[in-house]
């Protein structure tokens, strides 16, 4: 609307200070507050009687029709993806008692089972692995303690 910034806003109420005076600066305020404040009611009022009469004329369905084929004429592969998705999303909708719901049914039963048996399949083999990793250690630290007892006993030889 009006494109007031804070050094013009300033210089208005510099100018309105010196022509209105202090003492009845707070009085204009407050009366033009009154004045914007009754101005966007009407506004607002205005507007809601637009758009209820728009509502009981059916404007808004031939807008929102007319907005969806200026859509489709501007922007082909958006209108063509909008079909897409309306088609995949009216194929997830399965009967459960149609042969195509009793195969998707089963297949996400065997999902299940796939996924359980990798799961056991991966705890096993951390199983194994840590086992290797104990028996490993295990030996390791047999062989330093025989070095260790070799050293002794050629440190006592030397003595």
Do not use: H, W
Not at 2 to 22: H, N, R, Y
Not at 37 to 57: I, L, T, V, Y
């Amino acid at each position: 609307m009006f494109d007031l910034g804070m050094a013009e806003m300033l210089v208005v109420g510099v100018v309105a200070l010196i022509v209105v005076g202090p003492k009845d600066l707070p009085v204009m305020f407050r009366r033009v507050g009154q004045f914007v404040g009754k101005a966007k009611g009407m506004a607002r009022e205005f507007s809601s009687a637009m758009n209820d009469a728009a509502d009981q004329s059916g404007v808004r369905e031939v807008t929102t029709g007319l907005n969806k084929s200026l859509k489709a004429a501007t922007n082909p592969v958006g209108a063509a993806m909008d079909g897409v998705k309306d088609a995949a999303s009216s194929l997830t909708n399965i009967d459960p008692d149609s042969e195509t719901g009793k195969l998707s049914a089963q297949r996400a039963e065997d999902v299940k089972r796939i996924q359980a048996g990798t799961a056991r399949a991966a705890a096993d083999r951390k199983a194994r692995e840590a086992k290797e990793a104990m028996e490993k250690a295990e030996e390791l630290e047999a062989s330093l303690q025989e070095s260790l007892a070799q050293k002794a006993s050629a440190k006592k030889a030397d003595t």
